[in-house]
């Protein structure tokens, strides 16, 4: 063990230095000439360690904010569940520290291969960042999740917020890192804009550091990435608690691999909530700084790739509502829950209702909201406001039912094309909606279908929170197939990740940095979605296998040493 | 076996509800005039509702551990990498050869303006000359002198090389080609091709806009607005990026091919000043 941690020490040491110095010797050597991969080819050689560096980053950066937050509900509540979750997902995330790292130097490596004239193009151009402040708070976040990790018995009871602040110190290290080396990848979608009169080039050649970071998807970029990690991080705790929950010897295992489950599942689903939100925002500011991205993205080249993040998403939604409602199967009593008959109705009506007020006043008019806001609270506010209205009420699961024919519904609205052609050029009418439905191609029409969705996660979610209060929990007899749907969940989320990771590379075009350093290579074009599918699937499975690898040598094989103490955690609040 | 035999009974309940939907939908859509494909998608999201309902009556897994446990793990696994992959290649696929005629083209230019670019240019112009040295040679030798008198020249006594619109100097041609590569057809209607309300029908704006004012648009297009468009002004749709990427001849060509637009018959918004 203490060879293993010595070796991650060192190689953690190596890439620092090697990207303090190595990146800034590198930008001063003349152009070399670019290697050439076999068989993948340089762009996809570089799409799969990107893409694998992305996974394992998103996960250390998304896994500690919930830890943090785990720890101090233990804290508070007394309940050890929570300190042993944090603990756990603390221990593996050590391990895909290490593989962060490993990715991140390999990814420099490769890019500097295989294209070594844009890669030191772009390293002068955030000389500061990449040689100076990126390997600081690197190093600086490795020293503090180290000592979170290892203080972890130490400070117990009375220095336990202690604790958890070095945690909190560990999130706002890990979240600033994240807006630092956001800065040059979102300024490879959208580089600054030139001032009056000055071409892009000679604006870039003066502009400041800041005026690079600060572009139109800087920001919406954070956004994204910071709820899409916190959603990755609590699906692959979904993960663990599925794998430890098969190998579980006993029913106390059983019983809290159970509950880590669940909430390894709120959390993933409750962030979900907020994604396609930050994605909108995201490819809003896309399609403002540039409107050509927009139809490149929507009714072009990439049109087929937003069709199966439609039905990803779907997907998702599906097996996320699944799983809760696996869990009410085993609440004893969930038959006497019962809601009201509103909520269903409205519903039904959300996505036809919301299709024709999107279409009136588009987002981001607010007046929209003077619709949205009280069809969705009508529920709660009539029920409590007419008391002969709240009285007429339905059973959960007719509640639940309803919600997933919705669930459909939605996932039926997004995944509906404007025509079933890859490139509108192509297009047809025999391959076209008829121009009298059109609109359930449009985004007042997807965005219904994106509310619809969230409206019925988070009414399920109401539900089951009053199953809970209101029946009895059986944890570690949930039925075995949602170990599955948990797995499912990680999965496609990882697929649905590295599928949107492609979208924002691709929307460059055939620009390194767009409409500023043309990719002159023969591998510029956009691919198709199916030999994308292909190298994501590929990219996903070998995650998988080396998140497989580090929950086998932390927690099963801490488990076979001394289950005694995994059997019995020490309360977070005893010393 | 009770277990079994009700799931057996609901696998036959839902699918006939799933097809009796499904074939309503069908119904539905053909009588609206939905595409044969949109109505096969309709009939699919009915069979996905069943498929759905079906789950949630499902019977209870049992437990499994052990070898069990892990053969069941990488069977899920290769079924959803199949399932994505599969579903994947099942959407339409765009044909990356579209695409990368018209990136060469595109970035001629710029690819000439590199060290690489001028190095490749001028062994390719060294190749050409030789290949044109050597085509001369032979003609001659078979020929004569005789036929010499005869050879067409070019005005500045060279070769007139090929009849493309590049080598002919056909602007308006070459224009309409900068048409497609900067893929203005994606935001503006032609001929009826083309367009999604983003920006204004075309097919009469060489009767609307002088040359110099197309330019000035292309270039800086804050400097006119189409009437009826002023949403898309305000929200800056048309992109401000073509005095980046396009080469002074290349405007001059798109220049000249809208300023040959000049159909009456469409109703081309008239072109206000703004700058």
Known sequence: MRTWRTWQRSLLLMLGLLAVFGTAAYAQVPTPPAAEFPYTGNRTAVWIVAQLHILFAAFILGAPIFVVISEWLGYRKQDPRYDRLAKEVTKVTVILYSMTALTGGLFIFVLLATYPQFTTWLINHFFLIFAVLYPLLFIAETIVLYLYFYTWDAWKGEKKGRHIALGVLLNIIGTVTLFVIDGPTSFMNTPAKAAEGLSLVEYIQTASLWDKVYNYSWMPLNLHRLVGNVTFGGFIAGLIAAYMYMGAKNEEERSYYDWMGFVGNLIGVGALLFLPFMGYLLSFELCDYDASICPYMMADQLSMFFEMQGAMVGLIFLASNYYIWLSMKRIEGVERVRMSALTVLVMVALPFVMTYVWTIFPVPDPKSLAVLVPLTLAPWILSKGMPPLGRITVSSRTVIKVGFLMVVVGNAIWMTPHGFVATQALSTEHLELPSDWSFLALMPAKNSAAFTLIFVTVVNYILYNRAIRQGTIVWGKIDFAAQFVLIFLAFSAIWTMGLMGAVRSLVRKYFHTYNLMPDFTAESFTPTLSYAAWWITGITLIFYMVVSFAIMVTLRASEAKAPEAAAKPVPAGAK | ????????????????????????????????????????????????????????????????????????????????????????????????????????????????????????????????????????????????????????????GGIPSGASPAASGDLVALGKEQWKLQECYNCHKLSGQGGKKRGPEMDNIGNLMTPQELRQKVLDPRSWMAEGFEKEYEKKKMPDKYKDLMEDKEIDELVAFLSTLKNPSVNTPKAIKKK
């Open chain 2, 1 to 156: 076996m009770r277990d079994q035999r009700s799931f057996l009974k609901n696998v036959i309940k839902k699918g006939i509800t799933g097809l009796v939907v499904g074939v309503f939908l069908v119904g539905v859509t053909r009588a609206l005039a939905f595409p044969p494909v949109f109505q096969v998608m309709f009939f699919t999201y009915a069979m996905l509702g069943a498929a759905v309902f079906l789950l949630l009556d499902a019977p209870s897994l049992q437990p499994m551990s052990g070898t069990k446990a892990l053969v069941a793990l990488l069977a899920f696994y290769v079924v959803i990498s199949g399932v994505y992959i599969g579903g994947a290649s099942l959407w339409p696929q765009y044909d990356p050869e579209d695409e990368k005629g018209k990136i060469e083209k595109l970035l001629k230019a710029k690819r000439a303006a590199t060290e690489q670019g001028k190095a490749e240019e001028l062994l390719a112009r060294t190749k050409a000359l030789s290949e044109k040295a050597d085509a001369i040679m032979q003609r001659l030798q078979a020929v004569g002198g005789a036929a010499l008198a005869r050879f067409p020249t070019g005005a500045d």
